[in-house]
């Protein structure tokens, strides 16, 4: 199940960043769902809801962004931006807490949401430290998150809001501090060369498409943690002895990564939390019920933590993966990860809502339909998730350098052989285009394509010579691309340069 072969696991400066932006964004986390949202939601109770969804909206714009025009986006200013948006956030937050007034929590809350560009950066620094040095890193994240967490709870065990507060913000602040080198490095190159949008034309599969099964299993999976963890009871055990029971398979996990160097399998991580939140999901009728006392209760709470936690793990461990294959797709792949992933949360928890309003004073319903959230969630995973590989998603990522992108971004690049000025050579060129076309059925709009492509010319140049929209391009790639059994646009160009077409 694990991988065999031993990491090379060479922590240098860059990978012990990117473990404490992902340490301190991970305790942020703790702060805001164990100590804040609890006492938000007694003045005014859909403010973690509010959080979450305005977080869901801003990955999705940065994620449109950082698709479209990477360049619009700079990471110190947008960085300072966000944490003083998120400032006034917490400091409505605490008005209303203290005055006891929902109005300053209800403009406050989605402020909040804010903080999704940090999960993002502290991806890209992931992305950005390798990914062997990262199947230690983010397992290490999480059990120094657990030390940290412990030593708060023994020296402050009952910490005053604004101490809360404060303390997230420095967490949040901090971790920005930690990711800022990497990610200022991966902008500066998304600067330098086309937009995401183009290359992902030319190079369909240097992208995870937004349609993928991973993004979405990573909604599922929150979907069924945001459900079991509404409930107060499950959420109740998660900070008692059932959390510290909870930490078990994440240091099961640490042990096989740092201590063993063994790589851990994306596929296994999944498998591992599968068990766990299905453990969690078929025990949570009972915790309904009130069935089973509190060894239930903590149990269900122990294996949903845990389960939780494990496939957080899964999700970096897919952003840094593909991040470090795809240097150019990290902000992409972060940003929608972490998207489905508050998404899933969001609509966990407002189903959960939803149930206990309708069927309020009745428990046997509520406990029936977890039970149902608790089959669904398996046939998913048993009919859905069984037929597709993590791993295989990963490891069918074509690696695209910022070198290549910038070469294929220069309008006038065109084949070495085949300069442009030799006319002897240009009608050379034009008959290898037409003999591919010819002998892989391309049609005459694909075959014009194709003749562009093979010259090096990136998506807009192709827009513009024949006149087509940005979708119809694409599509004649894609099939251009099936009919010659090429994955990328150099692929292609090697086609041609060659003189005879290999099936």
Not at 15 to 38: D, K, R, V
Not at 128 to 133: D, E, F, I, P, T
Not at 452 to 474: D, F
């Amino acid at each position: 199940m694990l991988r065999a072969d031993k990491a090379e696991q060479t922590l240098d400066a860059r990978a012990i960043c990117a473990c404490a932006s992902l340490t301190l964004l991970l305790l942020s986390t703790h702060l805001l769902n164990a100590e804040l949202f609890p006492r938000v939601a007694q003045v005014f109770p859909a403010g973690r809801e509010l959080s979450t969804y305005s977080g869901v909206g801003i990955a999705v714009a940065i994620a449109i962004a950082a698709y479209r025009r990477p360049g619009i986006l700079h990471v110190r200013g947008f960085s300072l931006t966000c944490l003083v948006v998120l400032a006034t956030g917490m400091a409505a937050m605490l008005t209303g807490l203290v005055s006891g007034n929902p109005a300053p929590i209800a403009l406050g809350s989605p402020l909040g949401g804010i903080s999704a560009w940090f999960f993002m950066l502290a991806g890209v620094a992931l992305a950005k430290s390798g990914l062997q040095a990262s199947t230690v890193v983010i397992p290490t994240a999480f059990m120094a998150c657990y030390c940290m967490k412990g030593l708060l709870a023994i020296a402050a065990p009952d910490l005053p809001d604004a101490a809360a507060a404060m303390t997230y913000l420095a967490c949040v602040t901090g971790s920005y501090l930690f990711a800022r080198p990497a990610a200022s490095e991966l902008f500066g190159n998304l600067r330098r060369v086309p937009a995401p949008t183009d290359l992902d034309i030319t190079h369909p599969v240097s992208f995870l498409p937004l349609s993928s099964f991973v993004f979405v299993t990573i909604a599922v999976f929150s979907a069924a943690c945001g459900f079991a963890l509404a409930d107060a009871r499950i959420e109740a055990g998660s900070a008692s002895v059932a959390g510290i029971a909870a930490c078990a398979p994440m240091t099961f996990l640490f042990l096989i990564a740092a201590v063993l160097r063994r790589r851990l399998s994306a596929d296994t991580l999944h498998s591992v939390s599968f068990l766990l939140v299905c453990g969690a999901l078929s025990s949570m009728p009972l915790v309904l019920l009130d069935a089973g006392g509190s060894i239930v209760q903590g149990a269900s709470s122990a294996l949903m933590t845990a389960g939780s936690d494990c496939f957080t793990l899964l999700t970096y461990v897919l952003i840094s993966a593909v991040g470090a294959r795809n240097p150019l797709a990290a902000l992409v792949t972060s940003s929608i990860a972490i998207a489905a992933e508050w998404l899933g949360i969001g609509c966990g928890a407002l189903i959960v809502q939803f149930t206990q309003g309708i069927f309020a004073g009745r428990p046997s319903a509520v406990a029936c339909a977890a039970a149902i959230a608790s089959v669904a969630f398996v046939a998913y995973n048993t009919y859905v998730a069984k037929h597709h590989s993590f791993c295989a998603a990963i490891d069918a990522i074509r690696p695209i350098s910022p070198a290549e992108a910038a070469a294929l971004g220069s309008d006038d690049a065109t084949p070495g052989s085949l300069p442009a000025e030799e006319h002897s050579e240009a009608d050379a060129f034009a008959d290898r285009c037409a003999a591919v076309s010819q002998e892989f059925g391309l049609t005459n709009r694909e075959a014009d394509v194709l003749a562009l492509l093979a010259r090096g010319r990136t998506a807009p140049v192709i827009q513009e010579k024949l006149v087509l929209s940005h979708n119809t391009v694409k599509t004649h790639v894609r099939h251009i691309y099936a009919k010659t059994g090429v994955h990328s646009q150099q692929e292609l160009i090697d086609i041609v340069e060659s003189g005879a077409a290999e099936r």
